[in-house]
């Protein structure tokens, strides 16, 4: 399960709300080719994507086992988030039409805060793309939410994505407990940027 951002920061309700709305109707195409909100008739997709352990085993707030039944929780309880203004689960459809990554941003719009998770296929992993990829997500969810501050974790021993996260910018602010839906911990290291340290390396 997401854990809100350490760093709290003081929101008011009008801008709470609009984070809110901006999570309802944002369009996902803006964020890359192939790009749609996750619904029912992707969970085949999904749980082919994530029954493969090079894509899911290191991302701790997914579904487990890799069911249909459990993906269909997963989809279905994302869309109800989606609604209320505090998730998108998309997914990336490659030229065939198939699902070749997803991504889940969890929204505290409460907090102006959002948190990022996502994999790629096997085969699309290590091609060098990955970092630019996270940094148009990072870049995205900034402006496109509104929210003024984005939190990440990486297992303890998931150095690839560590290295994409710090080349991004993001500071290290210690480790912390991972929850996974089973209740087991996952240590992580720990990230945070605020949305104005981005915009002042980006030049945004």
């Given at each position: 399960?997401?854990?809100?951002?350490?760093?709290?920061?003081?929101?008011?309700?009008e801008?709470a709300?609009?984070?809110?709305?901006?999570v309802?109707?944002?369009?996902?195409?803006?964020?890359?080719?192939?790009?749609?909100?996750?619904?029912?008739?992707?969970?085949?997709?999904?749980?082919?994507?994530?029954?493969?352990?090079?894509?899911?085993?290191?991302?701790y707030?997914?579904?487990?086992?890799?069911?249909a039944?459990?993906?269909?929780r997963?989809?279905?309880?994302?869309q109800?988030?989606?609604l209320?203004?505090?998730?998108?689960l998309?997914?990336?459809?490659?030229?065939?039409?198939?699902?070749?990554g997803?991504?889940?941003?969890?929204?505290?719009?409460?907090?102006?805060?959002?948190?990022?998770?996502?994999?790629?296929?096997?085969d699309?992993?290590?091609?060098?793309?990955?970092?630019?990829?996270?940094?148009h997500?990072?870049?995205?969810?900034?402006?496109?939410?509104?929210?003024?501050?984005?939190c990440?974790?990486?297992?303890?021993d998931?150095?690839?994505?560590?290295?994409?996260?710090?080349?991004?910018?993001?500071?290290?602010?210690?480790?912390?407990?991972?929850?996974?839906?089973?209740?087991?911990?996952?240590?992580?290291?720990?990230?945070?940027?605020?949305?104005d340290?981005?915009?002042m390396?980006?030049?945004?």
């Open positions: 399960m997401s854990m809100p951002p350490k760093t709290v920061l003081e929101v008011s309700t801008e709300e609009a984070i809110r709305q901006a309802r109707t944002a369009d996902v195409t803006t964020l890359g080719e192939g790009r749609e909100r996750a619904d029912l008739h992707h969970v085949g997709g999904l749980v082919v994507l994530l029954s493969d352990e090079r894509v899911s085993g290191p991302i707030d997914l579904p487990k086992p890799i069911t039944e459990s993906v269909t997963w989809v279905a309880e994302s109800a988030q989606a209320a203004g505090e998730a998108l998309i997914v990336n459809l490659d030229a065939d039409g198939e699902i070749a997803y991504s889940r941003i969890t929204v505290w719009p409460d907090r102006s805060a959002a948190e990022l998770a996502g994999a790629v296929r096997a699309r992993q290590n091609q060098g793309q990955g970092g630019r990829g996270m940094a997500s990072f870049g995205w969810i900034f402006e496109t939410l509104g929210v003024r501050l984005m990440l974790t990486a297992a303890m998931n150095i690839r994505v560590q290295k994409g996260i710090d080349a991004a910018g993001f500071t290290r602010m210690g480790e912390r407990d991972a929850v996974r839906p089973d209740s087991t911990i996952r240590r992580s290291i720990y990230w945070e940027m605020t949305r340290d981005w915009r390396r980006h030049r945004v």
